[in-house]
């Protein structure tokens, strides 16, 4: 079942960094910002990474938990995470559940070869476990700061 704008998030069961369990209702009483990014150590996903690294502390102030998430596994986003000094747990989705439930599967050309790509993407889900926003296909330069006012703004609204 896809996640729909105002609507619960369907049950979802996956695997972070941390031994963290992430679940539909494990982070309920928070936001929820989950971010969609091709793959670890790549120039992209390492910007956008430390990005929400470096504003990690603002999310938290404004009640929200960050997980990145990719088809890399495990271990690939335990040595990204310690790398980079990532705060915030990276979801091994190597089965691509969680992609292909929120739509982020794309076919790219790459090297004029049709591949299966993961479209970069941003979901913001409420304390309630209700999807409030997304973005999709979008480049990196400002998008953590327009995800953190959104967050911020789901704050104002809800409190």
Same mark, same amino acid.
């Given at each position: @079942? %896809?996640?729909a704008l105002n609507k619960a998030l369907p049950d979802i069961d996956a695997n972070a960094t941390g031994g963290v369990k992430f679940t539909s209702q494990a982070f309920l009483g928070k936001a929820v910002v989950l971010y969609f990014?091709?793959? $670890?150590?790549?120039? +992209?996903? %390492?910007?956008?990474? @430390?990005? *929400?690294r470096d504003q990690h502390q603002d999310f938290k102030d404004a009640g929200a938990v960050v997980f990145g998430v990719s088809r890399d596994n495990m271990a690939s986003h335990d040595k990204f995470k310690q790398n980079l000094e990532l705060p915030f747990e990276l979801i091994a989705d190597t089965e691509e559940k969680l992609c #292909? @439930? *929120? +739509? /982020?599967v794309k076919n790219k050309i790459m090297y004029g070869k049709k591949v299966k790509g =993961?479209?970069?993407?941003? *979901?913001? =889900? $409420?304390?309630? +476990? /209700?999807?409030?926003?997304?973005?999709?296909? =979008?480049? /990196?330069? +400002? #998008? /953590?700061e327009e995800v953190l006012k959104a967050v911020r703004e789901l704050n104002i609204t809800t409190a």
């Open positions: @079942m %896809t996640p990014y091709p793959k $670890d150590n790549t120039p +992209g996903c %390492t910007t956008e990474a @430390m990005q *929400f #292909h @439930m *929120f +739509g /982020v =993961i479209e970069r993407s941003t *979901f913001l =889900i $409420d304390a309630e +476990g /209700v999807l409030r926003a997304e973005w999709r296909g =979008i480049k /990196v330069a +400002g #998008h /953590v």
